[in-house]
């Protein structure tokens, strides 16, 4: 199982802002992380999930490979 940190997700979603993505986790368009000592990661798996649910919500039809491969 891979994780991720903050500024990785970020970067996944094209630069967003730190706050954004805790907009996304508070509203569940993206998973809650975990906490590992003063860390807090997300498992990438569930990331891209959630990216690839949005995508496809949106019409974009993505395949699950396309959003593993960012």
Not at 44 to 60: S, T
């Amino acid at each position: 199982m891979d994780y991720i940190t903050i500024r990785q997700l970020s970067k996944k979603l094209g630069g967003r802002a730190l706050n954004s993505i805790y907009t996304d986790v508070e509203e569940g368009r993206l998973p809650k992380p975990v906490k590992f000592g003063g860390k807090l990661l997300w498992r990438k798996d569930l990331v891209d999930a959630a990216v690839l649910k949005l995508a496809n919500g949106q019409g974009a039809d993505w395949p699950a490979a396309a959003v593993q491969a960012q």
